[in-house]
């Protein structure tokens, strides 16, 4: 039988109910299924990603035993049937990943006997193996399934699901990033925008300008050779994720400066670093020199070659005129041409960005490209918005796609407390963000024509890492990122056209961050535990 999601989510959660992010359908019946040993078996053909997705979660499910925090007074459910195995079809073997990737999946449950989850790419498979993860519940000496027969069709609502994950400001070892791509996988998150480069360090080995990261590194221990870039693609691949590498350009740049003070302007001005640059060391590339223009080409050409992905971020975020005005170089540009810095800086976009579009990878780039210096690049290139929701309607106004990733809304990094050693007070995107204030953000606000709404290509948070790094991650991340990943793969609303509230899903993104906590992942706790265990107890009246 067919369960309203509302009425069901309002009641005490039964574990099928539970999956997070919730599938688009999902059928359940009042059986329950005994399992023993869980075997995942093919039929036809399948791709490497698929062999591996099945081995690991082969390996979770069998290693699991997990009861929600609604089922600790639970007992032994009385099981109907014995699960025989789940076996797995795909449509393709291709592993193409991207954009465009198809993630949907197909997922039955009877009461007895075999499962099957049916996908088109191995990237559905992925996202379906996740789903049936969380299907099955520790059941005293055994596992069992709740709620049999099952069915479940599923696919995201949105195309780009991602963190921005910095390891400039402060350097991540590679366990720390293969723990957050295995939490990004367990909420079915797609894109892992690695911003691997600022103002502050260099962390990335680069074959063409080697002095890069020796100088601008943070350490020799704490960089990143061109192998582990393709480690950190593997095993993001396998999970269904795509690595997104941003090198941002002109501005961000003081370490690039380390190397090759020839190609910048107004390196790390002190005391007055605030005229500057939007955070110290001020430092950016000098737009009236041919030169940085050649440099940066040659470092688009190596690490478009290195970052298989389609996509490519080249920043374009917080450039300071002052910097460039303040230069004698550009100042004998101006003198000589009559070209002032706006339009400098425009010439200085339109050869980097030709020169991209000609790899053919799809641009990324922050909204300041196109609000503030008023460059208008080709509608191949994918705007970040940040500044506000404003910002998402803007871009998709002005026919570009975006990513919404608004600061007062999905930057984790915020409600610490600002980092400047002088300065006793509150950051400038305070305050704390919390798991409610994120699931309630909509990216499709204030968007009502359908095609600039099939513009917003998906939704992104951001772990900026001036006071992060390796040691508090998990925490800063989780379970609010998985708030996001709800609305980006679910939407907004239920078939009905419900709003979900965040009392609503509570109980099941309690459940989201215990099972994560389990796996390795050390979400930090939304409320006592009693509130857990006593779904809506916790609510005001």
Known sequence: MKVPLLAALAAVLPCALAVWPIPQTLQEGSANTLVNLVHISTQGDVSPVVKSAINRYREIINRECFLAPVDYRRGVLPTGGTFGGLVVSVASTSEALGLSTDESYTLDVPVNGSATLHAK???????????????????????????????????????????????????????????????????????????????????????????????????????????????????????????????????????????????????????????????????????????????????????????????????????????????????????????????????????????????????????????????????????????GHASVVNAVGKGYRVVASTYDSYYLDCGHGAWLSNFDGNSWCDPFKTWMHIYNYDVLANITDPEQRKRVVGAEVAAWSEQTDETVIDPRLWPRAAAMAETAWSGKTDAAGHVRTTAEVASRLHEQRFRMVGRGINAEPMQPLWCARNPGACNLP
């Open 121 to 387: 790419t191995p990237y559905g498979v992925v996202r379906g193996l996740e789903t049936f993860s969380q299907l099955v519940t520790a059941n005293g000496p055994a596992k069992a399934i709740a709620n049999t027969p099952i069915h479940i069709a599923d696919a995201p609502a949105f195309a780009h699901r991602g963190l921005l994950f910095d390891t400039a400001r402060n350097f991540y070892s590679l366990g720390a990033i293969f723990r957050t791509l295995d939490a990004m996988s367990y909420n079915k998150m797609n894109v892992f925008h690695w911003h691997i480069v600022d103002s502050q360090s260099w962390p990335v080995e680069s074959a063409t300008f080697p002095e890069l990261h020796r100088k601008g590194a943070y350490g020799p221990q704490m960089a990143y050779s061109r192998a582990d870039v393709q480690r950190v693609i593997r095993y993001a691949g396998d999970r269904g994720i795509r690595v997104v590498p941003e090198f941002d350009v002109p501005g961000h740049t003081y370490a690039v400066g380390l190397s090759h003070p020839e190609l910048m302007s107004c390196m790390n001005k002190q005391p007055n670093w605030d005229a500057y640059a939007a955070e110290p060391p001020s430092g950016q590339l000098n737009i009236a020199l041919p030169e940085s223009v050649d440099f940066v080409n040659k470092l688009i050409d190596e690490y478009a070659a290195l970052f298989t992905d389609e996509a490519f971020h080249i920043g374009g975020d917080e450039v300071n005129l002052k910097c460039w005005t303040d230069d004698p170089v550009v100042q004998n540009v101006t003198a000589a041409t009559g070209m002032d810095v706006a339009t400098q800086l425009l010439r200085w976009y339109s050869q980097v960005h030709d020169h991209l579009d000609a790899t053919g990878k799809t641009p990324y780039t922050w909204e300041e490209t196109v609000f503030d210096a008023h460059y208008v690049p080709s509608f191949k290139t994918i705007l970040q918005a940040w500044k």
